[in-house]
């Protein structure tokens, strides 16, 4: 009932920025909380960045905080990951996922099983 369609990946150096878009369609209304995951080949999906619907608190993992920023234009059903600083390791496919089950907890913006709505990714390459 929620899709997600990302956009914005590409290649960049080390050291430069990248912005990626996650517009959902829908039934947003129902939308607790989006996120971004990133998974690279032979490597686990890692948790990147989170923003509750209403209210807009967001939460970032350790690697990217201060470097990454979630944002989301409430009239346009889109989140956005500004990224600055970017470093070889943040080299990953970019996954976008929403969430409508349950309660907003913030245990629960960290696992990627409490989101049932899922893009399909967009590369994001960073050079050295």
């Known amino acids: 009932q929620v899709q997600l369609v990302e956009s914005g990946g590409g290649l960049v150096q080390a050291g430069g920025s990248l912005r990626l878009s996650c517009a959902a369609s829908g039934r947003t209304s129902s939308t607790f909380a989006m996120g971004w995951f990133r998974q690279d080949p032979g490597k686990e999906r890692k948790f990147v960045a989170a923003?509750?619907?209403?209210?807009?608190?967001?939460y970032y993992a350790d690697s990217v905080k201060g470097r990454f920023t979630i944002s989301r234009d409430n009239a346009k059903n889109t989140v956005y990951l500004q990224m600055n600083s970017l470093k070889p390791e943040d080299t990953a496919v970019y996954l976008c996922?929403?969430?409508?089950?349950?309660?907003?907890?913030?245990?629960?913006?960290?696992?990627?099983?409490?989101?049932?709505?899922w893009g399909q990714g967009t590369q994001v390459t960073v050079s050295s």
């Open positions: 923003i509750v619907w209403s209210g807009g608190n967001t």
């Open positions: 996922a929403a969430t409508t089950q349950g309660t907003v907890v913030q245990s629960r913006l960290y696992r990627e099983d409490w989101y049932n709505y």
